[in-house]
């Protein structure tokens, strides 16, 4: 049975662990690897570095998660945008697996 996937996008790094953390407390959920993205107005920004977090589990779980990060992060900096994917397609899986952090 395909996982649920919740995204959530953040300015910054310590708003990413910190939505991290608080969404791994809140709900039984696992943490793909984390992605970066440098817009182009970086100066226009509160901070010039958007972090995605990305949770796996239930609906329910991972539902949880991203609201309990989303108030994680807005302590901090800032939530960008956020979503809930019920039940990914075979081609948003391998989207999943991407980030810029990986150099190899």
């Known amino acids: 049975m395909a996982q649920a996937v919740g995204l959530i ?10 939505a991290c953390d608080a969404g ?7 943490v793909e690897p984390f992605d970066k993205n440098k817009p182009k107005n970086p100066d226009g920004l509160k901070v010039p570095l958007i972090i ?9 779980s991972v539902t949880a998660a991203v609201d309990a990060a989303a108030e994680a992060a807005n ?20 989207m ?9």
Not at 9 to 18: D, I, K, M, N, R
Request: glycine residues 8%; proline residues 0%.
């Open 9 to 18: 996008e953040v300015y910054g790094l310590v708003a990413a662990f910190a």
């Open 24 to 30: 791994c407390k809140a709900a039984d959920v696992t």
């Open 52 to 60: 995605l977090v990305k949770f796996r589990g239930s609906v329910e």
């Open 75 to 94: 302590r901090i900096s800032g939530v960008v945008s956020r979503h809930i994917i019920a039940n990914a397609t075979e081609g948003a899986e391998k």
């Open 96 to 104: 999943l697996h991407l980030n810029a952090f990986d150099k190899s």
